[in-house]
């Protein structure tokens, strides 16, 4: 039996999207590792897999599933690519779409120069809604590392676990190597996704992300939100922002406490294909 999908990204942050409306897909975690080596699989930082609606007032429900087997709750590049197949595969010509994810519900706008706007939700700001180990919320939180030294940091969830860092220069910053030691850090008990944030100036940062179950990434939708949510509350960014990161640029808005964050990016589909895998398993059938 043979498994179709579409090779997407949004600005480099790439996705395999799965249709699970015709027929179920539950990909194992061992399946999706398989599927994600960029050397023997298919490659992609995302897999995400659309569903019917299982509650009222949602259009699809879909999951997210990291290179590493995980499951996420939010992608916001990742939630473009879903509108841009939705339409694509003809399983809605709706303008506006509802969604839900396993955390998440959120609404997907095609704009006439075919980006798409999504509602990524309110962002929660008390550490057990993160979740992080905090006492108190607070705008700047300090963190010790593992050789002693004090780190600064903002924390919130966009649907998913997010630390702030503000670095001087993005291109000097050690992602990679403070990315993992965050990760792994004992006040985030569900990992977290780390942001290097580099303010220009009130309108425009530059940004380089290190995901959870991905490592760095040439963007990310919740990852931009998060960042441009910290600055905001740090005064240092105003309510609309262009994040500029390695695969491209996305704009941010947000008015501030209770207010939604809404994000406007590109989706483009790479290719299409079918996979015939061995011994792997696709719902109850074995492919």
């Excluded at 879909?62 to 879903?82: K, L, P, Q, T, V």
């Excluded at 509108?83 to 839900?100: Q, Y």
């Excluded at 999504?118 to 963190?143: M, N």
Aim: net charge negative; glycine share 12%; proline share 6%.
């Amino acid at each position: 039996m043979k498994l179709a999908f579409t090779k997407m990204h949004g600005l480099g942050n790439d996705f395999v999207v799965v249709d699970g409306t015709r027929r179920p897909f539950r990909p194992t975690p061992d399946l999706i590792r398989r599927l994600a080596d960029r050397y023997r699989g298919i490659g992609f930082d995302q897999l995400l897999v659309v569903e019917p609606p299982t509650v009222a007032g949602v259009d699809f429900d879909y999951r997210i599933y990291n290179a590493d087997g995980g499951e996420a709750g939010i992608s916001g590049n990742g939630a473009r690519c879903f509108a841009r197949f939705v339409r694509d595969e003809g399983l809605s010509a709706s303008e506006v779409l509802r969604v839900r994810t396993i955390t998440t519900r959120l609404e997907l706008r095609h704009l006439p120069d075919g980006q798409v706007r999504v509602d990524v939700g309110v962002p929660r700001f008390e550490p057990r809604d993160i979740p992080f180990t905090a006492a108190a919320r607070a705008e700047r939180y300090t963190l010790t590392l593992e050789n002693g030294a004090p780190l600064e940091i903002g924390s919130v969830s966009m649907g998913n676990p997010h630390a702030v860092i503000e670095v001087p220069d993005v291109a000097t910053a050690p992602v990679a190597e403070l990315g993992a030691e965050l990760q792994r850090h004992p006040a985030f008990p569900e990992s977290v996704n780390v942001q290097f944030l580099q303010v220009l100036d009130a309108r425009n940062a530059r940004l380089r992300i290190y995901e959870r179950g991905a490592g760095e990434t040439q963007a990310s939708g919740s990852g931009a939100c998060a960042a441009a949510v910290v600055g905001k509350l740090w005064r240092k960014l105003g309510p609309e922002v262009t994040m500029h990161m390695p695969g491209g640029d996305l704009r941010i808005e947000w008015a501030g406490d209770g207010q939604t964050v809404w994000m406007t990016g590109p989706a483009v589909a790479v290719y299409r294909g079918e996979l015939e895998w061995e011994g792997a398993w696709v719902g109850e059938q074995q492919i």
